[in-house]
């Protein structure tokens, strides 16, 4: 699962967007987005210190655990359960592209921070649909070429 993270500016407070895929977002986009958990997977160590252990509650006679170290898998894109944190929305391209595309994301953050941050930075003409609301259209935008 891909989040996108758009760091807040002036009045517009951070944006967090999570897609199954980025490929998904970043094809209504001029300009593609970076996900924020670009790294991989890790195994990371630590210690843990003696402690004793009990068979069950009516136990009299625990035994002690010698400190030992554990091997721990780090997955930046972990996810716990079937949710995603968030509202959903959905974009879909509008009858005016030559292209008729939608996709389903999440999103924290304020909406009117969305509607405009993404207001001309579309590469089609897009409506996003909201879970709590109505439609709005975002505009097109020029895709920008990287300096150098």
């Not at 407070?13 to 997977?41: R, S």
């Amino acid at each position: 699962m891909a989040k996108v993270v758009i760091p807040a500016e002036g009045s517009r407070q951070e944006m967090v967007i999570y897609a199954n895929y980025l490929e998904a977002l970043n094809f209504f986009l001029a300009d593609p987005l970076e996900d924020a958990e670009v790294g991989g997977k890790s195994v990371k160590q630590r210690s843990v210190p003696g402690h004793q252990r009990r068979k069950g509650p009516s136990d009299q006679n625990p035994t002690n655990v010698l400190q030992s170290e554990a091997e721990y898998l780090v997955d930046p894109s972990l996810k716990s359960g079937n949710a995603k944190p968030g509202i959903s929305f959905i974009l879909k391209t509008t009858k005016n592209a030559d292209i008729d595309e939608q996709r389903q994301f999440t999103f924290v953050g304020r909406t009117l921070d969305f509607d405009s941050y993404f207001s001309g930075k579309m590469k089609y003409e897009t409506y996003v649909y909201w879970s709590h609301g109505g439609r709005h259209t975002l505009k097109l935008g020029a895709p920008t070429l990287p300096e150098g």
